[in-house]
Nanobody
């Protein structure tokens, strides 16, 4: 059974930093492209960042230069380092695992609130 569990969300002031983690189980982690998505209140879910099995990364324009994703295949973990956070980064952040066969798995999300 696939399980993705996000952690690390919380309340942070504008300009602050947070690091999200996603622990994966039940999948052959190293072959999956891992992604981070977010959904703000009243908005659709949007892509934040992805990292391929080879470590190639892709970022939404809105987070380029501020967010960094990385993975540890030995520990089945993927991370999202978020710096210079803005109020518009407030959202529920979801971890995604995309298999080479196109199958998607999702975590339940972790809430990030950026507010003074």
């Amino acid at each position: 059974q696939v399980q993705l569990v996000e952690s690390g969300g919380g309340l942070v002031q504008p300009g602050g930093s947070l690091r999200l983690s996603c622990a994966a189980s039940g999948i052959f982690f190293s072959i999956h492209t891992m992604g981070w998505y977010r959904q703000a209140p009243g908005k659709e879910r949007e892509l934040v960042a992805t990292i391929t099995r080879d470590g190639n990364t892709n970022y939404a324009d809105s987070v380029k230069g501020r967010f960094t994703t990385s993975r540890d295949n030995a520990k089945n973990l993927v991370y999202l380092q978020m710096n210079s956070l803005k109020p518009e980064d407030t959202a529920v952040y979801y971890c995604n695992a995309n298999s080479p066969f196109g199958r998607d798995s999702w975590g339940k999300g972790t809430l990030v609130t950026v507010s003074s």
